[in-house]
């Protein structure tokens, strides 16, 4: 009950790549970045065994960027013509590959640091995939020439990947999709389909993590812009609590999504965000049980799993490593409570 887990990446080591900054690049090449993104890897399962997390993940160390760490794998895509565009409807620029032919995988993509987080934790693993549409609107595409036909093409590559993580032993694949709270419309007509074709026959369970985004300026000063209620999900959870996805993966903490929208999600599992990526103060675990605590008047304990609310990767490593800590003594003092322990 309240097992505790991340959306997905965590900090990258600096002498791995350089810190605090999103698609950061190496600092080394060849075999020894092979090496030290295993070490990291093994680094990141440590770091969130010894705070205390239940369902852990990689950290995506293997990769410079949640989408084009997969996209890098995948022949149709060139990566020598990289446009600048707009992504989540105009929010930033991001420079982008290119999409210039045919799709399909080059080989499995993340086989090789799924099975090395495999092999050294005991624990459920997680194992985090872009979602289809976050791709479609991450790249650039002159072949496909329509966004349903180009996310259909995808969702079949990451089905292919989803099933060979699971046949490795992941426990659990998610889909990330920050794309979902920005096109609502497009969610209903072919997003959710999208992603019922990527987790098609996985015997695994399912999640889809939807959030606001990175704790960068531009998905800050978006947030600040929202008013005095965050109401994206309204739009979209109840198509979600009619799919075949799990487990929806939301942002609650330090944020203004009202939490009663949390009983839209009737019937599936609840990765709750109780912790703040857009800040490097460290949440005290009696903030974090307030979060679950008001979470759990909109769903079931055995269907809430604190977690945090994005990727940690362009965060601080200290302040990371504390701000896992507080989830999983959070966490603690809720179950302790609804036991009917003293704290």
Same mark, same amino acid.
């Given at each position: 009950?309240?097992?505790?887990?991340?959306?997905?990446?965590?900090?990258?080591?600096?002498?791995?790549?350089?810190?605090?900054?999103?698609?950061?690049?190496?600092?080394?090449?060849?075999?020894?970045?092979?090496?030290?993104?295993?070490?990291?890897?093994?680094?990141?399962?440590?770091?969130?065994?010894?705070?205390?997390?239940?369902?852990?993940?990689?950290?995506?160390?293997?990769?410079?960027?949640?989408?084009?760490?997969?996209?890098?794998?995948?022949?149709?895509?060139?990566?020598?013509?990289?446009?600048?565009?707009?992504?989540?409807?105009?929010?930033?620029?991001?420079?982008?590959?290119?999409?210039?032919?045919?799709?399909?995988?080059?080989?499995?993509?993340?086989?090789?640091?799924?099975?090395?987080?495999?092999?050294?934790?005991?624990?459920?693993?997680?194992?985090?995939?872009?979602?289809?549409?976050?791709?479609?609107?991450?790249?650039?595409?002159?072949?496909?020439?329509?966004?349903?036909?180009?996310?259909?093409?995808?969702?079949? &590559?990451?089905?292919?990947?989803?099933?060979?993580?699971?046949?490795?032993?992941?426990?659990?694949?998610?889909?990330?999709?920050?794309?979902?709270?920005?096109?609502?419309?497009?969610?209903?007509?072919?997003?959710?389909?999208? &992603?019922?074709?990527?987790?098609?026959?996985?015997?695994?369970?399912?999640?889809?993590?939807?959030?606001?985004?990175?704790?960068?300026?531009?998905?800050?000063?978006?947030?600040?812009?929202?008013?005095?209620?965050?109401?994206?999900?309204? *739009?979209?959870?109840?198509?979600?609590?009619?799919?075949?996805?799990?487990?929806?993966?939301?942002?609650?903490?330090?944020?203004?999504?009202?939490?009663?929208?949390?009983?839209?999600?009737?019937?599936?599992?609840?990765?709750?965000?109780?912790?703040?990526?857009?800040?490097?103060?460290?949440?005290?675990?009696?903030?974090?049980?307030?979060?679950?605590?008001?979470?759990?008047?909109?769903?079931? *304990?055995?269907?809430?799993?604190?977690?945090?609310?994005?990727?940690?990767?362009?965060?601080?490593?200290?302040?990371?490593?504390?701000?896992?800590?507080?989830?999983?003594?959070?966490?603690?003092?809720?179950?302790?409570?609804?036991?009917?322990?003293?704290?």
């Amino acid at each position: 009950m309240l097992e505790t887990t991340v959306a997905g990446s965590l900090p990258k080591p600096a002498w791995l790549a350089k810190p605090r900054m999103l698609w950061a690049p190496w600092q080394l090449a060849g075999e020894e970045l092979a090496e030290a993104k295993r070490d990291a890897t093994l680094l990141a399962l440590k770091q969130q065994e010894d705070a205390g997390i239940d369902i852990v993940t990689d950290g995506e160390q293997s990769r410079q960027h949640f989408v084009h760490g997969f996209l890098e794998q995948i022949e149709g895509v060139d990566f020598g013509r990289r446009v600048t565009m707009g992504i989540r409807n105009n929010r930033y620029e991001a420079l982008v590959p290119t999409v210039t032919g045919q799709l399909q995988r080059k080989g499995s993509v993340h086989a090789v640091e799924a099975g090395i987080a495999r092999a050294h934790t005991k624990r459920q693993l997680k194992f985090t995939l872009p979602g289809p549409m976050t791709i479609v609107d991450t790249i650039a595409d002159t072949y496909y020439g329509d966004n349903v036909r180009l996310a259909m093409a995808f969702a079949g &590559l990451l089905n292919d990947e989803a099933r060979e993580l699971a046949a490795i032993g992941v426990d659990v694949i998610q889909f990330d999709e920050p794309a979902f709270n920005v096109y609502a419309e497009a969610v209903m007509e072919w997003g959710i389909a999208a &992603l019922h074709r990527a987790i098609e026959g996985l015997a695994c369970k399912t999640a889809v993590h939807i959030c606001y985004g990175y704790g960068i300026k531009a998905n800050i000063d978006w947030k600040a812009s929202l008013g005095a209620e965050w109401r994206q999900y309204e *739009a979209i959870f109840p198509a979600l609590a009619a799919s075949r996805i799990d487990q929806v993966s939301v942002e609650c903490a330090a944020a203004k999504v009202p939490i009663e929208l949390l009983g839209l999600l009737a019937g599936k599992d609840v990765l709750l965000g109780a912790i703040d990526v857009a800040s490097e103060r460290v949440e005290k675990p009696d903030e974090v049980a307030a979060t679950i605590e008001r979470a759990l008047s909109f769903v079931p *304990a055995e269907r809430l799993f604190p977690c945090t609310n994005c990727g940690m990767a362009p965060m601080g490593r200290e302040a990371a490593v504390g701000k896992l800590a507080g989830l999983a003594a959070g966490a603690a003092l809720v179950r302790g409570r609804l036991a009917g322990r003293p704290d």
